[in-house]
């Protein structure tokens, strides 16, 4: 499962012809944190903060965000904190310059980064909600959908050994429109594990200056 990922620079988005990003954003994204969503609206393509971490409308707090940062593609229309956006078919992408994995190594995980060899940006398929809380805040939330990884020849290597791999969801550039403005709750068509000869894998150990970060005792060195 993905908990931590690199965010779309603003060279990358001019690069995809995407519209500006109008607010700051975090370097790079853990669960609870702020991080741009793109959706499709009636004015076109648009950017919205949003928390990582989906907020049910039933939620009190936005603790839950701690447990739904990602959702399973086979599940999600059943789970309670997911499926009333997704029957209203509220998918987004979160677009990103990397996300990083543990992999684990004579036992001992390590921190993995996983990109395009081309340099650009791409999209995670994404489901976002709007939750007002009980204290009266409004708050925009998304979830990463994810998928069966132990067929895929490089998302296979991931995640502890004897434990069940995941990939997150790679929606390709050239069908960004289409998952954007799906009118059913059928994604079946968008699940495919991305293709291994345009992205690659590299090794990438914590910051240990990083003591902000909710993942710092995950990786090893």
Aim: contains cysteine; aromatic residues 12%.
């Amino acid at each position: 499962m993905c908990a931590n990922f690199k965010p779309i620079t603003h060279l990358q988005i001019l690069v995809l012809d995407l519209p500006p990003i109008p607010f700051v954003y975090e370097a790079e994204v853990f669960p609870s944190f702020l991080t741009p969503l793109l959706f499709k609206s009636t004015l076109g393509l648009e950017w919205r903060m949003v928390n990582f971490g989906l907020i049910p409308k039933w939620a009190d707090d936005k603790d839950i965000a701690k447990h739904t940062y990602n959702a399973r593609n086979e599940t999600i229309m059943q789970k309670p904190s997911f499926s009333e956006a997704f029957n209203k078919c509220q998918f987004g992408v979160v677009a990103v310059t990397e996300f990083y994995e543990s992999k684990y190594v004579n036992g001992r995980p390590q921190r993995w980064g996983v990109k395009r060899k081309d340099g650009k940006a791409f999209y995670l398929a994404a489901l976002y909600e709007i939750t007002r809380l009980a204290s009266g805040e409004v708050i925009r939330s998304a979830t990463l959908i994810s998928m069966d990884a132990h067929k895929h020849e490089m998302m296979r290597e991931f995640h502890e050994p004897r434990t069940d791999k995941r990939s997150v969801v790679v929606i390709p550039h050239s069908r960004l429109e289409k998952w954007l403005m799906l009118k059913q709750p059928d994604i079946s068509p968008f699940i495919e594990g991305f293709p291994v000869e345009e992205f690659e894998c590299f090794y990438c150990p914590k910051q240990r200056n990083n003591k902000n970060s909710p993942q710092i005792e995950i990786f090893d060195e």
